[in-house]
């Protein structure tokens, strides 16, 4: 099993940054992949960003690409997005996922593990 703990949400104005945490544990996790994902009220779960957890491979949704980042701490076992220039639409609760693929999927379903969720907000 493998126990997903994010944190680092809150509230923020348009134009700031946030950057968010997971801390990942019970399993090596060389060879996983690791995703970001979030929900807005009412819409459907939708892809935000993924890497191998050893590096090398990332993916970014198009309305992230050049503002987010994913990275690796293997020291730390956790995986960050670092959010910048968030905008009003980034709201959302932001979910960790892994999955024991080492190619990273964008699609909820590729992945076998989730965290709780962290609720980020971004005033206008």
């Known amino acids: 099993q493998v126990q997903l703990v994010e944190s680092g949400g809150g509230l923020v104005q348009a134009g700031g940054s946030l950057r968010l945490s997971c801390a990942v544990s019970g399993r090596t996790l060389s060879r996983y992949a690791m995703g970001w994902f979030r929900q807005a009220p009412g819409k459907e779960r939708e892809f935000v960003a993924a890497s191998r957890w050893s590096g090398g491979i990332t993916y970014y949704a198009d309305f992230v690409k050049g503002r987010f980042t994913i990275s690796t701490d293997n020291a730390k076992n956790t995986v960050y997005l670092q959010m910048n220039s968030l905008k009003p639409e980034d709201t959302a609760v932001y979910y960790c996922?892994?999955?024991?693929?080492?190619?990273?999927?964008?699609?909820?379903?590729?992945?076998?593990?989730w965290g709780q969720g962290t609720q980020v907000t971004v005033s206008s």
């Open positions: 996922a892994a999955d024991s693929r080492s190619l990273p999927g964008t699609l909820p379903h590729e992945y076998d593990y």
